[in-house]
């Protein structure tokens, strides 16, 4: 079992920043991919940044500019940082890894709201 831990989410007002952090720890034999997905309320779960192993790659479009996904292999950590952000952004963001062998796994989620 690989479990999740995720922090950094808050109150933040339109064009402030956060930075996300998301650990993973258990029984992992090796990760492929780790990223953040997002669900506002009344809207369906979609994937907001991911990142490979091999350290490539992928944005929504309405992110990107913005954020900026990045992991530490050593620390089986992944981290989003998310500058100028939208009262759009406000929703739960949650951490998502696919590891090799037991299959993808998924944070509690944490709250981030964008309001003035």
């Known amino acids: 079992q690989v479990q999740l831990v995720e922090s950094g989410g808050g109150l933040v007002q339109p064009g402030g920043s956060l930075r996300l952090s998301c650990a993973a720890s258990g029984s992992i034999f090796s990760i492929n991919a780790m990223g953040w997905y997002r669900q506002a309320p009344g809207k369906q779960r979609e994937l907001v940044a991911a990142i490979t192993s091999g350290g490539s790659t992928n944005y929504a479009d309405s992110v990107k500019g913005r954020f900026t996904i990045s992991r530490d292999n050593a620390k089986n950590t992944v981290y989003l940082q998310m500058n100028s952000l939208k009262p759009e952004d406000t929703a739960v963001y949650y951490c998502?890894?696919?590891?090799?062998?037991?299959?993808?796994?998924w944070g509690k989620g944490t709250l981030v709201t964008v309001s003035s």
């Open positions: 998502n890894v696919m590891e090799s062998s037991w299959g993808t796994y």
